[in-house]
Each structure stands twice: as structure tokens, then as C-alpha cells.
């Protein structure tokens, strides 16, 4: 029912509004409060990626759109614009190159200590920036140290409880780019410095 709901709000706000940007779309949706996900920016991306679907606009891996994209709607009808400057406000706009950016997440924890024994509520993550040459290995072992000085007797993290996911602009939380981290212990969270 929240996706169809979802659909429909976005339909609407495209056809009310001929010319706006993918973020303009997402932040509106965040706005509405129409998702209760904890992962409601993603949840609306899906939604306004189906509904670009449904309007023949192709999107997919290969073609992504940015926050940055702008969507022109004339009678029900959708499309890309090609043109950076579709909007009087944009011509002012600095031009970012393409970035990508990586959330790198730790988590499920086991110690050696009953005390803090547990197996899914430890969590660390950080953004960073694909050009950045840090070595997977050695953001592992900052982001387990930085776990080790809020619990000390943590012996291990299992192995597939660390990923590297590609991750949209707007979907970062620019609190927690490399290398500040957020950790979270039993729903409590710290910003912890890794460097």
C-alpha cells in the first residue's frame, strides 16, 4: 500500500510541476512522511524509479540518474532533459564532477566478555569517496578498532559481517564521511573519529 501511495504522489508532483530536479522529488517525499522504512530515501528512489518506468524512461545500472537530473513533464509525459541549464537557477550552479561514494558497514559482533555478549548489535559504518586509495583492509582494521575502544574484550567480528556498497549522493548522511564513523551498541549511537 506505501508504494502505491508513494507512485501516486510522485506522478502528481511531476505533473505539477513541468521542470524539477530528482532531489527536488526526494526531499518532497521525505517531507510527506509517507514511508515509515528506515531506509525511506531508498524506498523512494524505487518508488520514482517505477514510475519513470511506467513513463518510458529507461533507467537502469548503466542508466543512472543523479540528484542533479532533471525530469520535464508535459501531459502525463516525462522525460530527461539533456539540458544542463533547463532551469534558470542552474545556470549558476557549480558543476560537481561525478563521485562515487562507498558505505562501508562492520557489524554482527562476538566477544569473549558475557557481559557485552552479542551477535547482531554492534554496527560501525563510515561514507567515503571511491577516489580515495584507502585499502579495504585497512578501513576493516580502523573501524574494529574503533569498535575495540568502546568494548574492550571484543575478540572478533565475523567475516561476512563487513560490505562495501555503492550508495547515491543523497543517500549519504554527511555526518559520517571518512573519517568520522557512526557506531551504534544496543540502538546507542557515537560519532567516533577513525584517523
Do not use: C, H
Request: no cysteine; hydrophobic share 30%; charged share 35%.
Amino acid at each position: 500500500m506505501f508504494d502505491q501511495t508513494q507512485k501516486d504522489f510522485i506522478r502528481n508532483l511531476l505533473d505539477e510541476n513541468p521542470i524539477i530536479q530528482k532531489k527536488e522529488v526526494i526531499d518532497s517525499l521525505l517531507k510527506s512522511g509517507l514511508s515509515t522504512s528506515k531506509t525511506k530515501k531508498q524506498s523512494y528512489n524505487r518508488a520514482l524509479v517505477e514510475v519513470l518506468k511506467e513513463r518510458d524512461i529507461p533507467i537502469s545500472r548503466e542508466n543512472k540518474t543523479k540528484p542533479t537530473t532533471v525530469i520535464q513533464t508535459q501531459d502525463g509525459i516525462s522525460k530527461i532533459s539533456d539540458d544542463d541549464f533547463a532551469r534558470d537557477d542552474f545556470i549558476d550552479r557549480e558543476i560537481k564532477p561525478d563521485v562515487q561514494w562507498r558505505r562501508k558497514l562492520l557489524k554482527t559482533g562476538q566477544t569473549s566478555n558475557p557481559k557485552w555478549k552479542t551477535s547482531t548489535n554492534i554496527e560501525i559504518y563510515t561514507f567515503i569517496n571511491s577516489d580515495d586509495s584507502k585499502f579495504d583492509s585497512d578501513l576493516y582494521d580502523e573501524l574494529f578498532e574503533a569498535v575495540q575502544k568502546k568494548i574492550p574484550f571484543l575478540t572478533e567480528i565475523d567475516s561476512d559481517g563487513y560490505s562495501d556498497n555503492l550508495v547515491d549522493e543523497y543517500e549519504i548522511d554527511s555526518s559520517f564521511i571518512y573519517p568520522t564513523a557512526n557506531l551504534i551498541i544496543s540502538g546507542t549511537k557515537y560519532t567516533i573519529q577513525l584517523k
